[in-house]
């Protein structure tokens, strides 16, 4: 039973465009979310995050938004980069054991 | 570069093999974590270590063995492995480990297992 789902497996963006991936959980005792980046050959690495006491968090050219109603977040790249071309992974935070449970994961291909 | 080196990167073992993989982390964290990803599949959580100690063994079958000498270095022990283990195997760290909080965790570049 996958808790954190991503059901896009791959995403194709045009240089400049918009990236957005998604990302659904089941758990509503998850208050805490993460956004992970991994290239190849390379672990995941920390992007971005936001508590479930916020609905929006903006770092740079990438903003995660929650709809905790929809148990529902996205992550949005503006303007999407060549070298933002990478595996993404949303991870969600049990309130009471801390662990992380990820998602499957999407590859987002940026086109020059 | 993350701050969490992992030796080696590629490791091929036969089911008779022992062999342990190798993890530091050089960000002053208490807590690290062995996680493994076989393909077309989420990462999943195997062990968590707090300040030395395992908090949490996420029903990792006895094949797989951890050991945590001191809050900087984490090893994974592995004897009489299947195929099926064959997977990318990630070590973390973060600050602490928390049952309340979540806290950032910092990844190593993996160890790819290939069990023959």
């Known amino acids: 039973d996958q808790q954190v789902k991503q059901n896009s497996p791959s995403l194709s963006v045009q240089e400049g465009r918009i990236s957005i991936l998604n990302c659904d959980y089941t758990?509503?005792?998850?208050?805490?979310f993460l956004w992970y980046k991994k290239y190849p050959a390379e672990g995941p690495t920390f992007l971005i995050s936001?508590?479930?006491?916020?609905d929006k968090n903006e770092d740079g050219r990438f903003t995660v938004f929650l709809n905790k109603s929809a148990k529902h977040l996205s992550l949005h790249i503006v303007p999407s980069q060549p070298g933002d071309s990478a595996v993404y992974f949303c991870?969600?935070?049990?309130?009471?054991?801390?662990?992380?449970?990820f998602g499957q994961g999407t590859t987002l291909q940026v086109k020059p | 570069e993350t701050g969490v080196t992992q030796t080696p990167r590629h490791l091929v073992m036969g089911m008779t093999n022992k062999k342990s993989l190798k993890c530091e982390q050089h960000?002053?964290?208490?807590?690290m974590y062995w996680y493994k990803q076989s393909a077309k599949k989420p990462l999943e959580l195997m062990f968590v270590?707090?300040?030395?100690?395992?908090?949490e063994n996420n029903s990792v079958p006895s094949r797989f063995s951890p050991e945590c000498p001191n809050s900087s270095h984490l090893f994974l022990h592995l004897h009489t492995l299947q195929p099926e283990d064959s997977a990318l195997y990630l070590c973390?760290?973060?600050?602490?480990?928390?049952?309340?909080?979540?806290?950032?965790?910092?990844f190593g570049p993996g160890t790819r297992l290939t069990v023959t």
């Open positions: 973390a760290s973060s600050q602490s480990f928390d049952r309340v909080r979540a806290y950032e965790q910092y």
């Open positions: 758990n509503s005792m998850f208050d805490y």
């Open positions: 936001i508590s479930s006491i916020k």
């Open positions: 991870a969600a935070s049990h309130r009471n054991t801390g662990k992380l449970i």
């Open positions: 960000l002053g964290h208490n807590a």
């Open positions: 270590y707090n300040f030395k100690e395992q908090t």
